[in-house]
């Protein structure tokens, strides 16, 4: 599963989790696309529960819409990653010392209230 929400003008949360279809990997880009347009100095709240590898199809779906997602990096200015698997956690920090002036920092996933936080104010 893999759900776009925009609870704020300038947040979109993303949701995912087990294994991911083409169908819904396109969908899910798409709506991220769509919800992303507007955002200035956006926020960015991803949790990922029960993940599973995507299947080639979504993978491939994926790459086709890269430099789009690309170009929506420079919307938001941070990215808090709630994961219940430590090696997730790692890489999206390691990820995120690769992207100049985007922040990411992960969460174990019962730590919604400072992943809340750290959006707003930057410390957790």
């Known amino acids: ?11 979109v949360d993303i949701d995912l989790s087990g294994k991911i279809s083409s169908e ?7 709506d991220l ?6 955002v200035n100095k956006g926020t960015m709240l991803y949790t990922i529960t029960s993940f599973a590898f995507p299947d080639l199809g979504a993978i491939a779906v994926e790459m086709a ?5 690309f170009g929506l990096l420079g919307r938001f200015d941070r990215c808090a990653v709630l994961s219940d698997a430590a ?13 100049p002036g985007f922040d990411i920092k992960a969460f174990d996933l019962g730590e919604r209230e400072a992943a ?3 959006l707003k104010t930057g410390m957790a």
């Open 1 to 11: 599963m893999l759900t776009i929400t925009k609870p704020e003008p300038n947040r």
């Open 24 to 30: 819904e990997m396109a969908q899910g880009l798409d």
């Open 33 to 38: 696309l769509e919800m992303s347009q507007d």
């Open 65 to 69: 819409r890269l430099p789009k997602l």
């Open 87 to 99: 090696w997730l956690r790692t890489a999206a920090e390691v990820e995120g010392a690769f992207i």
């Open 116 to 118: 809340e936080a750290w």
